[in-house]
Nanobody, 125 residues
Framework: QVQLVESGGGSVQAGGSLRLSCVGSGYTYSRPCMGWFRQAPGKEREGVASIDSDGTTSYADSVKGRWTISKDNDKETLDLEMNALTPEDSGMYYC???????????????????WGQGTRVTVSS
């Protein structure tokens, strides 16, 4: 049974930082591509960061230079260090796992087969 469990969400003031973590288990890929997605109320789910099996990272333009994605293959954990948060970063954040490779693109939701339940991030101005 696949499980992806996120943690680390919360409330923070603009300019602050949060670190999200995800622990995964049970998926069939030996070295999956892992991603973080967010969904704000009334908006579509968007990919914000991903890291593939070879360490290749991708970031949405809106978070480049502010956030860092990392993973520990042995522990099957995925982290997202979020700095310089703004109210526009608020939303539900989801961890996802999918097959490695360049297609579908790393920040496209269709690439990922497994999803966590999400953790909420609220950034106040």
């Amino acid at each position: 049974q696949v499980q992806l469990v996120e943690s680390g969400g919360g409330s923070v003031q603009a300019g602050g930082s949060l670190r999200l973590s995800c622990v995964g288990s049970g998926y069939t890929y030996s070295r999956p591509c892992m991603g973080w997605f967010r969904q704000a109320p009334g908006k579509e789910r968007e990919g914000v960061a991903s890291i593939d099996s070879d360490g290749t990272t991708s970031y949405a333009d809106s978070v480049k230079g502010r956030w860092t994605i990392s993973k520990d293959n042995d522990k099957e954990t995925l982290d997202l260090e979020m700095n310089a948060l703004t109210p526009e970063d608020s939303g539900m954040y989801y961890c996802a796992a999918g097959p490695s490779g360049f297609t579908p693109a790393h920040l496209q939701a269709q690439k990922y087969h497994y999803w966590g339940q999400g953790t909420r991030v609220t950034v106040s101005s």
